[in-house]
């Protein structure tokens, strides 16, 4: 055990939390007790995010693209800390380019980062979830699974395959007390947004015109999601995805 940490808390894990949707994500179940381990490939940020957020987090450099040393990273966090109450899956990456430029290899590296290992670390998740009788996992999803995005084909299959997963794993997980939901970001102002949207005044102008509050939303709109369903609050709440996009979905 770390010395700030009580195991009347709850414990939660954040992939991709040094940065863009992972870093609210982070800060909202910090500023809300509970203690969160953000995993990350940049040390750097990492670290600039454990200092940020203060002693109820920590954080562990690993590229979870190693599947096969995922088993060996959970068993570390629940040998050290005895439990995950909250799985957060937010890593992910994104890649644009027009269909027919899309290699096997470009499409495979997406595929293996939004959904091969987020299908393995929730696994060894929840196994110690079922053993308890108890967690919840939040998987973070992205409006583009919804309807068709030019030159994200790559993207949209993963984030439609998260979707999936996160049905079928409410359905077989639920009985055992794990709840799984899902939160889909529409058009949010991040590192990540501002590249597909800043170069391209087109599509930046489209997204707005059809999102019926006319601005792009905020890391912290999808944290208070994604708190919502890590919560009690939520204590009915599985296989839900919940859009946060600002109306962009049914907007014309």
């Known amino acids: ?30 500023r809300s007790g509970i203690y969160t381990i953000i995993i990350g490939r940049n040390e750097q940020k990492l670290q600039e995010a454990k200092g940020a957020f203060g002693e109820l987090c920590t954080y562990i450099s690993f590229d979870l693209n190693n ?7 959970v068993e570390d966090i629940l040998q050290q800390y005895g439990k995950v109450d909250i799985l957060v899956n937010n890593a992910g990456i994104n890649m644009k380019k027009p269909f027919t430029e899309v290699t096997d290899e470009d499409f495979q590296r997406i595929i293996l980062t939004n959904v091969s290992a987020v299908f393995s670390l929730s696994r060894e998740v929840v196994k110690a979830m ?23 084909i790559a993207y949209t299959a993963s984030k ?22 899902c939160v889909a970001p529409g058009f949010i102002a991040t590192d990540m947004s501002a590249k597909a949207l800043d170069n391209d005044p087109e599509r930046k102008g489209k997204v707005l015109s ?30 839900t995805i919940l859009p946060v996009d600002g109306g962009n979905a049914v907007g014309f």
């Open 1 to 30: 055990m770390t010395e700030n940490f009580s195991s009347e808390q709850k414990v939660a894990i954040v992939t991709g939390g040094a940065s863009g949707l992972g870093y609210a994500i982070a800060e909202k179940f910090t």
């Open 67 to 73: 599947m096969e040393q995922i088993p060996a990273l």
């Open 130 to 152: 079922a053993a308890a009788g108890r967690g919840s996992i939040v998987n973070i999803s992205s409006m583009a699974s919804q309807y068709g995005i030019p030159k994200v």
């Open 160 to 181: 439609a395959a998260i979707e999936g997963m996160t049905k079928a794993m409410a359905t077989e997980l639920s009985p055992q007390g794990i709840r799984i939901n």
């Open 210 to 239: 059809r999102t019926p509050m006319g601005k792009l939303g905020l890391p912290e709109d999808v944290a208070e999601a994604v708190y919502f369903f890590a919560s009690d609050a939520a204590k009915y709440v599985t296989g």
